[in-house]
């Protein structure tokens, strides 16, 4: 009880210290970021950022055993002498001893609480048998060796430069720059002037933004558009404060993907994480992986692990057309710096003369990810919510640096993102919160922006001073430069009070054409009167190219969202009261394709365990998606391999209402409500798919620290269907390598691993 109450205390004080970060400091250079061309078709045959780096065999020569985790821990977490429990039809080999997850729990607290989170909790004790067991000491000898060593990047524009956008450097050598404007919404063909090479066709054909379902009829380019990323340890200083990340190719945020609809995409993955060393995996947010669900980089679900040293090629269709973003999807690793912007050029449901490309928003921490997740995972409720410490527009912002002790090293006047304006122009501009936790409030002072897509789904265009996004979610919008020729403008992106922040204010600079770039922006916000925790009204935000859903679903689940401490003091999520936590060793996905029509593998069916939060739909051709929210804390809401409609969402018991049900909106991220905090009452939301696409697809919190405390279940769509789906020998290689190197000891999993 009085934890319950303590912690209830810590989810909601989470407003309290805000310092305000005074006007910037102006810097004397002005680079436009990220400036594309008019047209929205992408040329490029190949980007290569870096070579991609050597490695002798075997891939991890720099660890030994007792380098990855010492042997003490070792005995403490995977004692020998435990009895085992089978999971069918075989033992899982996860870590040195071979012990399923279930059983051990390595170091990581989560278990799974009783119903109602009362008593009995976790059901398989942590560490049975060992020696010297005591709550709230597991792995102190272990929980140092994150170290921060490895800055061998140089942390290239970040710190100190002001004219390098790091969001989209490399090579997308676009050869046509005539500033005719080439519409590619309804031209279906060249309306410009001639331009060197420019296609007389669009990659993507006739396609329209409305004249076409993209999830029954995605083009096919056969252009494959090749990626290589190097991920490595650095030290950077983003906004002047020096950190550990884990960056790819040397740049934070990680370099722009762009494809045209319809292209492949392959991107080369190094796993060159040391010191220690790490998996990885990466995810494509929001494309279908329709055919392809072993590429969505989901570890322990559709892969395994990308060992350290080994490498990993993704390739898969840019099957719907946007904006987004990729990331890590091991641990909260994409907190330390993996990830970056993917756009998918394609059919526009508007006009605009320039595309300025993807403004990433991010919720920023100063702490190595590790840590923090030691933290977020530990018994010490008052730092189970993390407050970020600033708050960055494409990777970059100003920090006081008198806020920071003597031992870190902090260098003022980082700077900040710039774009610029030229009067009367329209301009495209790709939002993406690609944060751990905070919910974003973006606005342009003296400008109406005009929202046009949502995620990978264009809307019916409409206008608002201030756009929401939580984390993973994407807007496209269009602002018209209606200012003056001289004008300075701050961009601005704000986290919500319903998130947990130290400093909440983010910045970029909007210059005009004749603007005086020596001075900073002296402009005033809108006033926000949106909701901090909540999306726009569903009512607002209406599917460009309508889709009427069944009004009633073949198969419907409600499922409970809730917290609570297990038995070892931890503070773990539930999802209908089951904490969710990965093997890396044994893909659900593998397991689903063994498993035969008839749900039957070599006569025996296969039990998925419990922890793995599987949710088998059958074969059912609509599936609907209850979601109630006990929780007083929001959580945006992700369903990898869909689109999903919704239907609706709000406080209380949903009572049946539909939003627009002739053409419900869709998207990949929706945010949910918190409880009442008042009155205890839950919130909802209610989603609905077609099951079209089979394969094990993860419906989760993209909070990071919420998935790594179990906020997590997996969707088994038309299981019947899915050994029908051949894995290729690249990754089913995956798992060999993984399980080699999980023989040389026990990874530090402390988390539900995603
Ligand atoms: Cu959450």
């Not at 102190?140 to 800055?151: K, L, V």
């Not at 083009?219 to 002047?240: L, Q, S, W």
């Not at 020596?518 to 926000?528: E, F, L, M, V, Y």
């Not at 209610?686 to 790594?708: E, K, M, T, Y």
Request: aromatic share 10%; hydrophobic share 30%; proline share 8%.
């Amino acid at each position: 009880m009085h934890h319950s109450l303590r912690l209830l205390e810590v989810l909601f004080c989470l407003c309290t210290i805000y310092v305000t970060v005074g006007a910037a400091n102006s810097s004397t250079t002005i680079s436009v970021t990220g400036a594309y061309n008019t047209s929205t078709y992408f040329n490029s045959s190949t980007t290569t950022s870096r070579q991609t780096a050597t490695f002798t065999n075997p891939p991890w020569p720099e660890d030994t055993v007792t380098h990855i985790l010492p042997q003490s821990i070792s005995d403490l977490i995977f004692p020998t002498a435990v009895p085992r429990r089978g999971i069918q039809p075989s033992n899982i080999r996860c870590g040195r001893w071979g012990l399923p997850q279930s059983q051990t729990n390595g170091r990581s607290p989560l278990g799974t609480i009783g119903k109602q989170g009362r008593g009995g909790a976790p059901r398989f004790p942590p560490f049975i048998g060992a020696p010297g067991y005591d709550v709230g000491t597991y792995g102190s000898n272990g929980a140092s060796d994150s170290g921060s060593e490895g800055g061998n990047i140089d942390s290239g524009g970040n710190g100190n430069s002001n004219n390098v956008d790091q969001g989209h450097g490399s090579g997308y050598g676009d050869n046509n720059n005539g500033g005719g404007g080439f519409d590619t919404g309804f031209g279906g063909g060249g309306g410009g002037g001639g331009g060197g090479s420019r296609p007389t066709t669009l990659p993507w054909g006739s396609r329209t933004a409305n004249n076409t379902d993209p999830y029954t009829n995605p083009p096919v380019t056969g252009v494959v558009r090749k990626y290589n990323f190097v991920i490595e340890r650095a030290v950077m200083a983003p906004d002047g404060v020096e950190r550990d990340v884990i960056v790819i190719n040397g740049q934070f945020p990680g370099p722009t993907i762009e494809a045209n609809w319809g292209d492949t995409i392959e991107v080369t993955v190094v796993n060159g994480i040391t010191s220690p060393q790490e998996g990885t995996s990466l995810h494509w947010h929001g494309l279908l992986q329709k055919g392809t669900p072993y590429e969505d980089g989901v570890p322990g679900v559709t892969q395994c692990p990308i060992a350290p040293g080994q490498t990993f090629t993704y390739s898969f269709n840019a099957d719907l057309y946007g904006t987004s973003w990729y990331h890590a999807h091991y641990s909260a690793q994409y907190a330390a710096g993996v990830f970056g912007a993917m756009i998918v050029h394609g059919p526009t449901n508007i006009d605009y003369d320039e595309d300025l490309g993807p403004v990433l928003l991010t919720d920023y921490y100063h702490g190595n990810y590790f840590d923090i997740l030691e933290e977020v995972m530990g018994t010490d409720l008052s730092k189970v919510a993390p407050f970020s410490d600033n708050n960055l527009i494409n990777g970059k912002g100003d920090f006081d640096c008198s806020l920071t002790s003597n031992s870190t090293k902090c260098t003022p006047g980082a700077g900040y993102s710039k774009f610029q304006f030229t009067k009367g122009k329209t301009y495209r501009l790709r939002l993406i919160n690609g944060g751990a936790e905070g919910i974003q409030k973006f606005s342009i002072d003296n400008h109406q922006l005009k929202v046009i897509a949502y995620d990978f789904v264009p809307i019916v265009p409409y206008t608002t001073e201030i756009v929401t996004l939580g984390v993973g979610q994407r807007a496209d919008i269009v602002v018209e430069a209606t200012g003056t020729p001289t004008d300075a403008i701050w961009m601005r992106s704000v986290i919500s009070n319903c998130s947990a922040t130290h400093q909440p204010y983010g910045y970029a600079m909007i210059y005009y054409q004749n603007a005086d770039i020596n001075i900073k922006p002296n402009t005033t916000a809108w006033p926000d009167n949106t909701d901090g925790c909540a999306n726009d009204d569903l009512s607002l935000t209406t599917p460009y190219f309508p889709i009427t859903p069944p009004p009633t679903p073949a198969t419907e689940v409600s499922i409970d969202i809730n917290f609570g401490l297990n038995a070892t003091g931890h503070l773990v999520w539930t999802m209908n009261n089951s904490t969710f936590r990965t093997c890396y060793n044994d893909p659900v996905l593998a397991r689903a394709q063994q498993k035969g029509s008839s749900s039957t593998a070599n006569g025996t069916a296969f039990v998925y365990p419990t922890e793995w939060n599987v949710f088998d739909f059958g074969n059912a051709s609509t599936i609907r998606i209850i979601v109630n929210n006990l929780s007083p804390v929001a959580h945006p809401m992700h369903l990898h391999g869909h689109n999903m409609y919704v239907l609706d969402e709000g406080v209380g018991d949903w009572d049946g209402t539909v939003i627009r049900p002739d053409n419900p909106m869709r998207r990949d991220t929706q945010q949910l409500r918190p409880a009442d905090p008042a009155t205890g009452e839950p919130a909802y939301m209610v989603l609905q798919i077609d099951a079209d696409n089979p394969g094990v697809w993860p419906f989760h919190c993209h909070i990071a620290w919420h998935v790594s405390g179990g906020l997590y279940v997996n969707i088994l769509e038309r299981p019947d269907d899915i050994p029908n789906i051949k894995s290729p020998d690249a990754v089913n290689a995956l798992c060999q390598t993984w399980d080699d190197y999980t023989q040389l000891g026990p990874i530090d999993q402390i988390d539900s691993g995603l």
